[in-house]
């Protein structure tokens, strides 16, 4: 299982949605935080299903209505379960469900 983070502005445009897909293909990423997207919530769904399509995902929940914190992970290799969230934390538990491991 791969795990990785990228604090990645301008998540709005299509050119940085490109590089998040191709960095998860090249690199046989599992789960993604991907910090400061400042993607408003209106645009959310959108790029979520054309950047990784079939992938899940956890949002921040922020006060000014931008989702700065994703976590998105393949649902085919692990689980993601939240399990505390702030202003700033999205703190989560990630399961192989191919070998069952924490």
Do not use: A, C
């Not at 490109?18 to 400042?38: C, Q």
């Not at 949002?59 to 931008?66: K, R």
């Not at 505390?84 to 399961?95: A, P, Y």
Request: glycine share 2%.
């Amino acid at each position: 299982m791969f795990i990785s983070s990228w604090n990645i502005r301008g998540l709005n445009q299509p050119p940085k949605q490109k590089e998040i897909t191709n960095f998860v293909r090249n690199n046989h990423i599992d789960v993604l935080g991907i910090i400061e997207s400042k993607v408003r919530k209106e645009n959310q769904q959108k790029i979520q299903t054309s950047m990784l399509p079939g992938w899940e995902y956890l949002v921040s929940n922020t006060i000014d209505n931008s989702k700065r914190i994703w976590v998105t992970w393949n649902p085919k290799r692990v689980q993601v379960t939240s399990m505390k969230e702030t202003k700033q934390i999205l703190h989560v538990s990630v399961l192989d469900t191919q070998s069952s491991k924490w």
